[in-house]
C-alpha cells in the first residue's frame, strides 16, 4: 500500500477482462465459465469449470478441478477438491467435500438428481446413476451405477457397487463385510 498515492501495488496476478478470468502468476483461479461468456455460472480455483461448452447453465464450482469436466451439464453446484470433477453433461448435482462425486474418467456422470456431501461421498459414480443422497464420510463412495439410494452416516453403504433403492442412516450402516449389493 502507497499512502501517498493511496494505491495497492501487487505484482503476479493478471485480470483477463476479455476472457472473465483472474489469475495469480499464469494460473486461472476465479473466472465465469465458457471463455467469460456464462455469467450465470462461476468458477473458484485452478481447473474448475474449464470444460464448459455453453453459457446461461447455471453452474457453480469452488476448489480445484471441481467440475474439470462438465461440458453441457447446468445446475450442478460443487465444492472442495476434485468435487464432481467427472460430471459431464449431469444436470442438477450437488458434491460438498474433497473428492465428493468425482466419478471416473472413464464413464463421466451424466445424470440427475445426485447429492453427494462428505469427503468421498459418492466417489465412484458413474454414467446415468441418478437421484443416489449421500451424507457422511465415503457414504455410497463405491456407488457406480445405482439409483435412488440413500445413505446417512459415515460409510453407509460402502460396498454397494450397482445395488438400487438402498436406504441406510447411521455409522457404517449396511456396510457389510465387504459384500458389494448389487
Known sequence: WDYTTSTLTAGGYDTGTDTGTYGINGTTVIAYPFAGADTTGFAVGPDALVSQTADTEWNTAVGVSSEQYVSSGFDNTALGFQAGQYITTGTDNTAVGNGAMQGVSGAPVTSINNTAVGSEALYMIQGAAAK???????????????????????????????GSENTAVGN???AGSGVALT
Open 132 to 162: 443416489n443422497t449421500a451424507v457422511g464420510t465415503c457414504a455410497l463412495c463405491s456407488t457406480t451405477t445405482g439409483i435412488r439410494n440413500t445413505g446417512l452416516g459415515n460409510s453407509t453403504l460402502v460396498y454397494n457397487s450397482t
Open 172 to 174: 457404517a450402516a449396511m
